[in-house]
């Protein structure tokens, strides 16, 4: 993602949406926002993905690890997973 030369494609947005951004960017910042927006959507898409792959080979994640995963994504600091991991 983000890598090469820009290419022109044509976007539609509902008015409102595209007044919004405008009001936040300015023009000259337009892209860039719904790059990063479109970018964000898909590093989130793919991480489903291999979520769900991982989950379809290993099974489903146990109570402790979606707790674990959610304590590590909110910056709390609760130590490693378990002893093995211990740094």
């Known amino acids: 993602m983000g890598s090469g030369p820009s290419v022109r ?3 539609s947005l509902p008015e409102g949406t ?3 951004v405008r009001a936040i960017t300015g023009k000259r910042e337009f892209s860039a926002y719904i ?4 970018e964000h959507r898909l590093r989130s898409d793919l991480i489903a993905q291999d979520l769900a792959d991982y989950q379809e080979e290993y099974g489903a994640f146990t109570e402790e690890e979606r707790t674990w995963a959610k304590a590590e994504l909110a910056g709390e600091q609760k130590g490693a997973r378990n002893s093995d991991e211990a740094v």
């Open 35 to 38: 790059t990063e927006a479109v």
């Open 18 to 20: 595209a007044e919004a």
């Open 9 to 11: 494609v044509s976007l």
